[in-house]
């Protein structure tokens, strides 16, 4: 079943009717405001959305819970550029040149950017959604669970480049990471670890509690102890990016939006992991790596772009397979379901007036995005002149409403506040967080697939450099590895980190 | 003055919560219930969840929230349930015989079989072999013979450890004579791509899966007393000679303590969705088979269930 025009065509005039095109418009301010709160993430939106859906079409409900998944994504980056606090996992590296950008006075035009880029990613993305879906669709079972370890094992190489010239505080800090990640039950068997004999602890700590934590928290507490009236004194001098700024990131979009597009064909291959990805490839390809971590736009049009790369490319397996890559994406398998509309290899055949308007409505999403976000650049660039009495606490409030949302437990709250008191002494003594984050990411998957792989291989780690998918994200990874020590052996440098103290 | 002004409206405002907290049980549900699926979405427990969300929610009332707890064979799930307020505004899917072999084999896997409430049975799926449609094996017999060969290098995935699909693979092995190597994965959810990229050689999986998949993988056998009618040409273990008859039951859970009255209710709304003839349909036509069994009977299936699993898994060698 390969494309066809007419059904485009069909799919627009079905979006473009005046009650699709409403529930587009809610589904994408739903998703950039769920974006721009932090803890509060797309599941949660849709899921309080739920309800609405029933008394809606099927076409409008699934139009409008997709634009609230690909519209978190345009939203994450507002509060990660900001006051340095990302609003989503997937707009943590958004925080490490975006906070920089605003530093210098550049929060308009970082604030652009990610719109920007989110948007020529989105649109991309969306095309070739609707040009290869059937055929894409046979890329995400390629990947077995030796593919799946090696990829993130190349993810967790990404340290080495996230840590600059602190490459040993930058291993601790990932090491600290996989540790917090280890509590728990082994998703394989089921086995209590450092649980230290309490039930508690059996439910594992929440990789978002851990993200919330380190940003949130420690930057509300650096900024008390530095008496700050404001988050920063900085004053916003132009709002839209100079064309240069734009030609100089088109690459950057282009790129990101391959490498966000073909991982976030992967089920459990999330918008935060491919981020990651697309940030360590902007630093390689950059011909100035020096000037990321310090306000480099490419480094916010990369994670930006890929974010929503992934989660547009998230529908190639939902609607070919029926397989959902995220857990967004199940709320919207159940959506599907609810209406009888099965997915798989026949839904393409069976019911393309609906598929090609949802894929149809995903164009006309992107702009209303780009129009609902591009404006709104001032206003959200204005949040840093809150003063921090009032803008502190409600970093605060949302920091412990959004962790307590994910599974109404208290001992989430807990988690994010120790790891806030963490992430403020890894700051103050220059520990770079963002390995810390990454691997407490990656670790639940890396460690499943390692453990099943090396059950189908009856324990020979071999099976990662004999299949040609994972070798070659195997050497990769090894190859960062080395090059990695490479340069930390010929600068010599003394173990500080690039951030400044501040 | 004030102080007594302040001190009167402390007294009120305790009063009020003591209030809403005694009222709690009479109007349940006043709010947004949590329905925990421990399973990968796309699977079994999913599916069903989805099916029951939009009928529960206009015979409740309230919004039915559905969350994933996936990890441990469903163990991850469980342990937190039971550490959860027991108010009833928070229930996971639960099944058999996950629930009662995981206490037995992990040691300690953060509950105990009984510390669930039962609210209800609503469904059960016997274990099915499912191989690619591609594959060489054309019949059960086939496999056995391969596996013969090759002790320990084919390899079955199936849905968690200690669970249906990892007893029903050692059941098949002690049967046959074979070595398998079991591949748990967080759900059928996730163990399906696995079989459709030929990561391993077979699924031990579902009714459900034999139907989804039709055009892409083909059942080998299935681990019911007779065959099923949805499924007319699959052979049952037991005609090829291997006497396996094992799958899942899978139901609702509320935390240890929640009140009667509130699983009372819980329960007769989850009887009303599953009686519904559309509902209904829709879980024959995908491969469930329903059962409707209430907390009381419920409780009885898991207490002869758990005494029925020590003695199959010491038999299995699988505990001492």
Redesign the interface.
């Known amino acids: 079943m390969g494309f066809s025009f007419e059904y485009l065509l069909q799919g627009f005039a079905t979006a473009l009717t005046l009650q699709n095109l409403f529930w587009a418009l809610v589904g994408c301010f739903i998703g950039t405001l769920v974006g721009v709160l932090p803890g509060i993430g797309p599941v949660s939106g849709i899921a309080i959305l739920l309800p609405l859906t029933t008394v809606l079409p099927p076409t409008s409900a699934i139009i409008m819970m997709a634009a609230i998944y690909y519209g978190a994504m345009y939203g994450g980056s507002t509060t990660a550029i900001v006051v340095n606090i990302p609003g989503e996992a997937s707009s943590v590296p958004t925080a490490m040149d975006g906070y920089e950008m605003a530093k210098q006075g550049k929060a308009g035009p970082a604030l652009a950017i990610s719109a920007i880029s989110s948007f020529v990613a989105g649109t991309l993305s969306v095309i070739a959604l609707t040009l290869f879906a059937p055929m894409l669709a046979e890329f995400a079972v390629v990947f077995g669970p030796p593919e799946y370890f090696a990829l993130m094992f190349m993810g967790l190489s990404l340290v080495i480049s996230l840590s600059g010239h602190a490459l040993l505080k930058g291993l601790i800090s990932m090491a600290l990471g996989l540790g917090a990640a280890l509590v728990g039950q082994d998703p394989l068997t089921g086995a209590a670890r450092l649980t230290f004999g309490t039930v508690t602890l059996n439910a594992g700590v929440d990789f978002i509690s851990v993200i919330v934590g380190l940003f949130a928290i420690s930057e509300v507490m650096i900024n008390v102890e530095q008496r700050i009236t404001a988050i920063s004194e900085m004053k916003i001098t132009n709002w839209m990016p100079a064309w240069a700024d734009i030609k100089q990131c088109l690459g950057t979009m282009i790129r990101s939006t391959g490498v966000g597009f073909f991982l976030g064909l992967l089920p459990g291959c999330a918008p935060s992991v491919t981020t990651f990805v697309a940030y360590d490839l902007e630093k390689r390809m950059s011909k100035h790596p020096e000037r990321f971590g310090k306000g480099a736009i490419e480094g916010v049009a990369a994670p930006e772009g890929a974010n929503n790369a992934t989660s547009t490319a998230g529908f190639v397996p939902l609607f070919s397979f029926g397989l959902p890559t995220a857990p967004s994406m199940a709320v919207l398998l159940g959506g599907l379901m609810m209406y009888g509309l099965q997915p798989g290899p026949m839904l393409f055949a069976q019911n393309p007036q609906f598929v090609w308007a949802v894929i149809a409505s995903m164009y006309i999403g992107n702009v209303m995005l780009l129009i609902l976000n591009l404006p709104l650049v001032g206003m959200w660039a204005k949040i840093v002149n809150i003063p921090f009495y009032i803008l502190g606490p409600m970093i605060v409030f949302c920091a412990v409403v959004g962790t307590y949302s994910i599974r109404f437990q208290a001992f989430d709250v807990w988690v994010m506040l120790i790891f806030g008191v963490i992430g403020y002494f890894m700051r103050k003594l220059g520990f770079p967080v963002a390995p810390m984050v990454l691997a407490s990411v990656l670790a639940q998957m890396l460690e499943t697939a390692l453990g099943q792989s090396l059950l189908i291989s009856q324990g020979s780690p071999f099976i990662f450099f004999t299949r040609p998918i994972s070798a070659v994200f195997m050497a990769l990874a090894f190859l960062s590895i080395g090059r990695g020590i490479w340069v930390l052996m010929r600068a010599q440098a003394p173990e500080v980190a690039v951030e400044d103290p501040d | 003055m004030k102080r007594l002004a302040i001190g009167f409206l402390v007294l009120v405002v305790g009063l009020a919560m003591v209030g809403v907290g005694a009222a709690a049980a009479a109007g349940f549900p006043t709010k947004r219930i ?1 329905y925990n699926i421990c399973f990968n ?2 699977g079994e427990s ?2 069903t ?3 029951q ?2 009928p529960l ?1 206009k015979i409740l009332g309230q ?1 039915i ?9 469903g ?2 799930c469980w ?2 349930l ?3 307020k027991p108010d009833g505004y ?1 229930i996971a899917g639960h099944n058999l015989p996950h629930i009662a072999l ?1 206490p037995l084999e ?5 509950y105990k079989t009984l510390d669930l409430k039962n609210i209800y049975f609503f469904e059960s799926t016997p274990n099915l072999l499912l191989v690619r449609i591609d594959s060489p094996y054309k019949t059960l017999k086939d496999f056995v013979e391969y596996a013969k060969k090759t002790p ?2 084919v ?1 079955v995935g199936g849905s968690g ?2 669970s249906a699909n990892d007893l029903g693979t050692t059941m098949l092995n002690k049967a046959a004579g074979i070595q398998l ?6 759900g059928t ?2 163990a ?3 079989l ?5 050689t077979a699924l031990m999986s579902y009714s459900t899966m034999a139907i ?1 998949y039709a ?1 892409k993988f083909r059942a080998l056998a299935v681990a019911s007393e007779t065959r099923m009618e949805v499924l007319p040409d699959v052979p049952t273990f037991k005609e090829l000679g291997y006497d396996i008859v094992e799958g899942a039951y899978r139901g609702v859970a509320a935390p240890p303590g929640t009140p009667d009255d509130v699983i009372k209710i819980l329960a007769s709304a989850f009887e009303t969705v599953h009686k519904d003839p559309e509902v209904r349909k829709k879980m024959d036509q995908n491969g469930f088979k329903t059962e409707s069994m209430g907390p009381e009977a419920s409780l009885e299936l898991v207490k002869k269930k758990m005494v029925e699993y020590e003695a199959i898994m010491k038999q299995l060698g699988r505990i001492k």
């Open positions: 949590t979405p796309g999913d599916i969840a989805r099916f969300e939009a929610k919004d929230a559905i969350n994933y707890k996936i990890g441990g064979g163990a991850l342990s937190e039971v550490q959860t928070t995981q992990m040691g300690n896997a953060g320990g290098a390899t450890t200690s190597t079991y591949v748990p994965f967080g959810g996730s399906v791509p696995a459709l990229g030929s990561h391993v989804q055009g």
